[in-house]
């Protein structure tokens, strides 16, 4: 079929990375028209996206809950901390799905195309099930061959978890404390961890996370989770909503262009290796990307560059499969270290110095055999 339309810039994946892509281009003034394709534009499950931030950081306006004390609990170890400057923020896509269509729809630059892409060309070209699209400048691109990576990466793990929104009949929940990492369950399928953020005293999202080699199949994390609240908890409760998400831990070596295609998101290597977090980094990478296009001024390089970060996440992935209790890796900086600067590190904010700080709260031992390949 014909082009409808040649946009200066088409995004492929309209989803966090790519909204945040077009939002910073129209914020920060490209005039050019932008053409989103997407292959589910209308009928999205909801996400949950959190980060850490300072209160004043234009990226927490976008949140609609916020925490300032985390929860860090083992079998040894309960450790309340307060975060200040810092909060603990969660987006719920619906409503960031909801500002960005309407901020980009406002614009008149932009327009939405529900279609599946099949594949995207350097020289521009989206080729979708029902058109292909050609665009001037460039693709900006959040879609990934998870067989490739898979194939390529050295470390893969899955960072999969199953949630749901719960409401008690009565307050079981503190309000202000966030259950940041709850390692007080068995270790069946991996590392296993349970992550509680309350909306209020009564509702939270509980959500049972693992990081393991493979998934499970879907009624087994119900079950895990259905055992937790079970244990934890004696009241009565509703089920509001339900959430299933898969995230790769890789130290793949993530794209950063080809030709007229700029990676972003997930596909761009956004996403933490180690830690799965990825949406605070994506609004900043996206932004950066953002001024690069309108200054004319995007590098032409392959691949994204190597940083101490992406060092540390190789060797962290690998302890992480290796270690007998990979739980307890965490429990030696979250004790020994002050916990905003475990934050800092996990977020690639301190200094190398900040960095070696946390590092040596460690077990040596399984670090030193990753480093030799042991
Ligand atoms: C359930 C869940 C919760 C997460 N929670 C957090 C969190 O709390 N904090 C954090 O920092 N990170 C979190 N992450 C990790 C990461 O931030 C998110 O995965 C984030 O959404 C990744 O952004 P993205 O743009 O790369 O991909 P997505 O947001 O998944 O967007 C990709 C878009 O591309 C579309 N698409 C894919 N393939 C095609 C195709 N062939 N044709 C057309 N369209 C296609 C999809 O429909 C989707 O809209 C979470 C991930 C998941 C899955």
């Known amino acids: 079929m014909a082009n409808r339309l040649r946009p200066e810039i088409i995004i492929t994946g309209a989803g966090a990375s790519g909204l945040w892509m077009g939002y910073h281009l129209i914020n920060h003034g490209f005039k050019g028209k932008i053409l989103f394709i997407d292959q589910n534009l209308y009928s999205r499950k909801g996400k949950n996206w959190s980060f850490w931030a300072k209160e004043d950081e234009e990226i927490s306006k976008f949140a609609s809950f916020s925490w300032d004390t985390l929860l860090f609990e083992t079998p040894k170890v309960y450790k309340e901390f307060p975060i200040a400057p810092l909060k603990y923020f969660t987006v719920r896509s619906s409503s960031f799905e ?9 614009s008149g630059q932009t327009e939405f195309v529900e279609d599946e892409i099949i594949e995207v060309l350097g020289n521009g070209t989206a ?26 990466a050295r470390s893969f793990l899955w960072q999969h978890f199953y949630g749901r929104v719960i409401e008690f009949d009565q307050p079981v929940f503190k ?13 069946t399928h991996g590392i296993d961890f349970i992550y509680t953020l309350p909306f209020s005293d009564r509702m939270a ?31 009565e409760y509703w089920v509001l909503e339900e959430e299933f998400g898969k995230i790769p831990m890789t130290d793949f070596r993530f794209p950063y262009r080809k030709e007229k295609i700029l990676y972003i998101g997930t596909a761009g ?37 190597k940083t101490r970060h992406d060092f540390y996440d190789s060797v962290f992935l690998k302890v992480l499969k290796t270690h007998p209790n990979p739980y307890e890796i965490f429990e030696s900086m979250f004790t020994k270290r002050n916990p905003k600067d475990v934050l800092k590190f996990l977020g690639k904010e301190g200094s ?10 460690c077990p040596p031992i399984p670090f030193i055999k990753a480093l030799f390949g042991k």
Not at 209 to 235: G, H, M, N, V
Not at 352 to 361: G, M, N
């Open 98 to 106: 909801g500002f960005m269509l309407h901020f980009l729809k406002e």
């Open 205 to 235: 999202l509980v959500e049972y996370t693992i990081f393991s080699k493979d998934l499970l199949e879907f009624d087994e994390y119900a079950k895990a989770w259905d055992q937790y609240i079970k244990k934890t908890f004696k009241s």
């Open 269 to 305: 290597g956004h996403v933490r290796g180690a830690t799965g977090y990825g949406f605070k980094n994506m609004y900043h990478e996206t932004q950066n990307l953002a001024l690069k296009i309108i200054s004319g001024k995007v590098p032409n390089q392959p691949f994204q560059s």
């Open 127 to 152: 080729i979708c099930k029902n058109n292909t699209y050609q665009a001037e400048e460039f693709i900006l691109s959040s879609i990934y061959d998870l067989e490739h990576i898979q194939k390529e």
């Open 352 to 361: 190398l110095l900040d960095d070696l700080k946390i590092i040596s709260a």
């Open 175 to 187: 309000e202000n404390v966030m259950g940041f990492m709850n390692f007080e369950i068995p270790q």
